[in-house]
């Protein structure tokens, strides 16, 4: 069964420009988080999105966004880029909601530059 | 206070000794607990997660839950060079909260 997969891998943009990066869960997995890394803030939960829905939310600004389709396909869009962007954005894909194993993705690394 | 906190690493031990890994969390509401191992440049692999009071055993992996002292271990038994990542403590109430990782190094 193939993982959780992310694209594009790396992404370079710069001050102000918007970003959408996209995730595709593990066949049948019907939750997906959110997470954003940084070598200062570690991993920081963004968002859970579970039947095209948001769930849960976490303390980010408005400028993060997402978004789930019925094929539990997610994006999340970061608007009006600043240079705090810069980090590796990780997917997570569960069975369901509030499902004990979470299996992430190998990751977005975007750069703003 | 940060939600999360875990001993600060980074952690050295000779191969085949045990490693041991602690955190410890702020919310009292919280009800599942994690342990992630994440290589260098890899994203994070879930190793065992333990949501009652008490011992859960997983091969050379133990984790640890004392609800009461909000605390949360993890040992590794006969570590091999293999072992040698950053290991993340996670605990969810609504979401998943992630400490900043103990990074191990196993030395042959």
């Known amino acids: 069964k193939a993982g959780v997969t992310q694209t594009p891998r790396y992404l370079i943009k710069t001050r102000g420009q918007q970003v959408t990066l996209s995730c595709s869960p593990i066949?049948?997995?019907?939750?997906v988080s959110w997470y954003q890394q940084t070598p200062g803030q570690g991993l920081q939960f963004l968002f859970e999105y579970f039947s095209e829905t948001q769930r849960n939310k976490g303390n980010f600004p408005g400028r993060f966004s997402g978004r789930q389709f019925s094929n539990s396909r997610s994006e999340m869009n970061v608007s009006t880029l600043e240079l705090g962007d810069s980090a590796l954005y990780l997917c997570?894909?569960?069975?369901?909601?509030?499902?004990?194993?979470?299996?992430f993705g190998p990751g977005t690394r975007l750069t703003v530059l | 206070q940060k939600e999360v906190e875990q001993n600060s690493g980074p952690l050295s031990v000779p191969e085949g000794a045990i490693a041991s890994l602690n955190c410890t969390y702020s919310d009292r509401g919280s009800q599942s607990f994690f342990w992630y191992r994440q290589y260098s440049g890899k994203s994070p692999e879930l190793i065992m997660f333990?949501?009652?009071?008490g011992d859960k055993e997983d091969g050379r992996f133990t984790a640890q839950l004392n609800k009461a002292s909000q605390y949360v271990s993890l040992l590794i038994r006969d570590s091999q060079p293999s072992d040698s990542a950053t290991y993340l403590c996670?605990?969810?109430?609504?979401?998943?909260?992630f400490g900043a990782g103990t990074t191990v190094t196993v030395r042959a």
């Open positions: 996670a605990v969810k109430w609504y979401k998943l909260s």
């Open positions: 997570a894909s569960s069975l369901e909601a509030d499902y004990n194993e979470q299996f």
């Open positions: 333990i949501y009652s009071n």
């Open positions: 066949s049948g997995h019907r939750s």
